[in-house]
């Protein structure tokens, strides 16, 4: 297979550095940035936000926040104070080391001055998206036995606090609170708190955070990371995102999701960036807006996002000074051909693809910036990982042979366990050190890896296996297509046929004419056995909140069978 490479964004680190760094390098070389080298203990927070608050970054912007009418920013020696108190607050909830608290609530200082200050003392964290409905609230801090929230009002409606009986305190962020029974007043007991603060020193294997995954694929799990994970967000902060000391970095993603810890907490204040965050909700105008007003140089992003940024047309981007912007990246979903050729031509810069996900805590398989880039590609393993595909025996499979992308355990933010589940965690390894991702993949013959969808929807249609990710990229080659979901549909003769689910741009209306010309253009542009048999329109396709497709849902649409647990979909 012939593909065009792009050309490379210069990194701090060029191509020889990585293929040294493939010999030579050792996660234990990175540990000696770390307090753990002397003292044996370490803390997470400590080394994201008061180390840095200690040095000459004391008075550098640790964090630009901007929602509706609020528009702030805080340096390091302030994020450190700041982040105390909480710890402070926290105290009088009883918080102690191991006790898991949850903080559910929008973007906001607050929010990210409660997730350091509960790392601070030795409390592990759990963020929940402010759009999780009573349900999806309810089975995670009954799953965790959370002992603590921090919430605000509005959203209090959604927790029922009466049938937790682990949940001992709710601390609530906002106007006028009264504190009676388990409610404490967030800002009341901030104002009050000593900015003093003992931290909690612990071991490397000691809990930091549990994410509750996407829930793409079924139920959600409680993937428990530990402080351990901070060397790899570290390390990748530097390789892959390339920070450096004068970049303005923002990562789009909320920390109720994976990426919007480790990369849009511990990664850029672990090397010491300046981080944006924007509240409220993605529009192509308040986006622009803020890569432009902050001169953000380096940002991480999302697929779905580019989509609809792609989606609001080239005029928009053109009016706003992006100048400054460097270096792109994207997560979370396979980054189509089509979004990374869009992202040449409009922001004069190639999106980086990296895939990981919540299990492997930080990044694994990545276009770094001095790594050519094959659209459609992941890329390739960074320094210190080890992949490959592995058959269902977990034996390596050759180049160009779709199978199972596994990683070879040992890297440092594997995540420690599954909350309440060891035998789920146990079943995520083959011949013992194998960890298998449940992605489907192939590697071409210079170790790029190519992503071809989940295991569980890899499609068998009349003898050839094909990957949903091509086809749907196909498709969204096509000037009618916004979104594609591709499934594999049971066939008497096929065994499987393909079948399309299609969201239209705006402007066009489904007819046979274009379902035909859909059909050819994929038949043409890819393979007369990949086009779809069967292509049905709908008005939006159902996602998660984190903007992954659910193909699991569009399976049970076309097979009339229940829909499974739905607490992470979009309205
Ligand atoms: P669940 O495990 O609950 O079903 P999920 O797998 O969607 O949900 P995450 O851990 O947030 O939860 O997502 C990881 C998955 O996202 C990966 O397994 C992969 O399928 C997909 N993914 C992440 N990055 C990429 C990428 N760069 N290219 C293709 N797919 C990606
Ligand atoms: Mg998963």
């Given at each position: 297979?012939?593909v065009?490479?792009?050309?490379?964004?210069?990194?701090?680190?060029?191509?020889?550095?990585?293929?040294q760094?493939?010999?030579?390098?050792?996660?234990?070389?990175?540990?000696?940035?770390?307090?753990?080298?002397?003292?044996?203990?370490?803390?997470?927070?400590?080394?994201?936000?008061d180390?840095?608050?200690?040095?000459f970054?004391?008075?550098?912007?640790?964090?630009?926040?901007?929602?509706?009418?609020?528009?702030?920013?805080?340096?390091?020696?302030?994020?450190?104070?700041l982040?105390?108190?909480?710890?402070?607050?926290?105290k009088?909830?009883?918080?102690?080391?191991?006790?898991?608290?949850?903080?559910?609530?929008?973007?906001?200082?607050?929010?990210?001055?409660?997730?350091?200050?509960?790392?601070?003392?030795?409390?592990?964290?759990?963020?929940?998206?402010?759009?999780?409905?009573?349900?999806?609230?309810?089975?995670?801090?009954?799953?965790?036995?959370?002992?603590?929230?921090?919430?605000?009002?509005e959203?209090?409606?959604?927790?029922?606090?009466?049938?937790?009986?682990?949940?001992?305190?709710?601390?609530?962020?906002?106007?006028?609170?009264?504190?009676?029974?388990?409610?404490?007043?967030?800002?009341?007991?901030?104002?009050?708190?000593?900015?003093?603060?003992?931290?909690?020193?612990?071991?490397?294997?000691?809990?930091?955070?549990?994410?509750?995954?996407?829930?793409?694929?079924?139920?959600?799990?409680?993937?428990?990371?530990?402080?351990?994970?901070?060397?790899?967000h570290?390390?990748?902060?530097?390789?892959?995102?390339?920070?450096?000391?004068?970049?303005?970095?923002?990562?789009?993603?909320?920390?109720?999701?994976?990426?919007?810890?480790?990369?849009?907490?511990?990664?850029?204040?672990?090397?010491?960036?300046?981080?944006?965050?924007?509240?409220?909700?993605?529009?192509?105008?308040?986006?622009?807006?803020?890569?432009?007003?902050y001169?953000?140089?380096?940002?991480?992003?999302?697929?779905?996002?580019?989509?609809?940024?792609?989606?609001?047309?080239?005029?928009l981007?053109?009016?706003?000074?992006?100048?400054?912007?460097?270096?792109?990246?994207?997560?979370?979903?396979?980054?189509?051909?089509?979004?990374?050729?869009?992202?040449?031509?409009?922001?004069?810069?190639?999106?980086?693809?990296?895939?990981?996900?919540?299990?492997?805590?930080?990044?694994?398989?990545?276009?770094y910036?001095?790594?050519?880039?094959?659209p459609?590609?992941?890329?390739?393993?960074?320094?210190?990982?080890?992949?490959?595909?592995?058959?269902?025996?977990?034996?390596?499979?050759?180049?160009?042979?779709?199978?199972?992308?596994?990683?070879k355990?040992?890297?440092?933010?594997?995540?420690?366990?599954?909350?309440?589940?060891?035998?789920?965690?146990?079943?995520?390894?083959?011949?013992?050190?194998?960890y298998?991702?449940?992605?489907?993949?192939?590697?071409?013959?210079?170790?790029y890896?190519?992503?071809?969808?989940?295991?569980?929807?890899?499609?068998?249609?009349?003898?050839?296996?094909?990957?949903?990710?091509?086809?749907e990229?196909?498709?969204?080659?096509?000037?009618?297509?916004?979104?594609?979901?591709?499934?594999?549909?049971?066939?008497?003769?096929?065994?499987?046929?393909?079948?399309?689910?299609?969201?239209l741009?705006?402007?066009?209306?489904?007819?046979?004419?274009?379902?035909?010309?859909?059909?050819?253009?994929?038949?043409?542009?890819?393979?007369?056995?990949?086009?779809?048999?069967?292509?049905?329109?709908?008005?939006?396709?159902?996602?998660?909140?984190?903007?992954?497709?659910?193909?699991?849902?569009?399976?049970?649409?076309?097979?009339?069978?229940?829909?499974?647990?739905?607490?992470?979909?979009?309205?």
């Open positions: 297979m012939k065009e490479a792009l050309p490379v964004t210069k990194g701090d680190y060029n191509l020889q550095d990585y293929n760094a493939y010999e030579t390098f050792d996660w234990s070389q990175v540990e000696k940035e770390f307090s753990w080298y002397e003292t044996g203990k370490v803390n997470a927070a400590y080394e994201a936000i180390k840095h608050a200690n040095s970054r004391k008075n550098k912007v640790a964090l630009y926040y901007r929602d509706g009418n609020r528009d702030e920013k805080y340096t390091y020696k302030e994020m450190k104070d982040s105390n108190k909480a710890a402070n607050v926290l009088q909830a009883d918080v102690e080391k191991g006790d898991r608290v949850f903080i559910f609530m929008p973007r906001s200082p607050e929010l990210y001055f409660s997730v350091l200050g509960a790392i601070k003392l030795g409390a592990i964290v759990g963020p929940l998206f402010e759009a999780f409905m009573e349900g999806a609230v309810k089975d995670r801090l009954e799953d965790s036995d959370a002992k603590v929230l921090i919430t605000t009002p959203l209090l409606q959604r927790v029922p606090v009466d049938e937790l009986p682990a949940l001992k305190h709710v601390i609530l962020v906002g106007e006028n609170i009264t504190e009676e029974g388990p409610f404490l007043d967030f800002h009341k007991r901030l104002e009050e708190a000593s900015k003093d603060l003992r931290i909690e020193w612990v071991e490397r294997t000691d809990g930091l955070l549990l994410h509750y995954t996407s829930g793409s694929t079924g139920k959600p799990k409680g993937v428990l990371h530990v402080h351990n994970a901070m060397i790899q570290y390390q990748t902060a530097k390789w892959v995102l390339d920070l450096k000391d004068d970049d303005v970095y923002w990562c789009t993603a909320d920390p109720g999701w994976v990426t919007g810890t480790s990369y849009g907490i511990f990664g850029p204040w672990l090397v010491g960036a300046s981080n944006v965050i924007i509240g409220g909700r993605f529009s192509p105008d308040t986006w622009y807006q803020a890569l432009e007003d001169g953000v140089t380096v940002w991480y992003s999302a697929p779905t996002a580019f989509r609809m940024l792609m989606g609001a047309g080239d005029d981007v053109k009016k706003y000074d992006l100048s400054g912007l460097r270096h792109i990246l994207s997560v979370g979903e396979p980054l189509n051909p089509e979004v990374v050729r869009w992202g040449v031509k409009v922001f004069n810069n190639r999106i980086h693809d990296t895939w990981w996900m919540t299990e492997t805590g930080g990044q694994t398989i990545c276009n910036p001095c790594l050519e880039v094959k459609g590609s992941m890329g390739k393993p960074i320094p210190g990982v080890k992949a490959a595909i592995v058959d269902d025996q977990g034996n390596e499979l050759p180049p160009y042979r779709m199978g199972n992308l596994a990683i355990k040992g890297w440092p933010s594997m995540m420690y366990t599954i909350w309440n589940n060891q035998e789920k965690y146990e079943s995520y390894f083959m011949q013992g050190d194998w298998v991702s449940g992605d489907s993949a192939y590697m071409d013959e210079e170790g890896f190519w992503f071809q969808g989940r295991i569980d929807d890899v499609i068998m249609t009349a003898g050839e296996r094909v990957g949903p990710f091509e086809v990229s196909k498709l969204v080659e096509h000037p009618a297509v916004a979104e594609a979901g591709v499934i594999g549909k049971p066939d008497p003769v096929r065994g499987e046929i393909i079948k399309a689910f299609i969201a741009r705006d402007g066009y209306t489904e007819s046979d004419e274009l379902i035909e010309d859909i059909r050819q253009f994929v038949k043409k542009g890819l393979a007369a056995h990949a086009a779809p048999r069967e292509i049905e329109f709908r008005d939006k396709l159902p996602k998660t909140r984190s903007g992954k497709i659910m193909r699991r849902v569009l399976k049970a649409w076309e097979l009339d069978l229940p829909t499974g647990d739905l607490s992470t979909m979009e309205d």
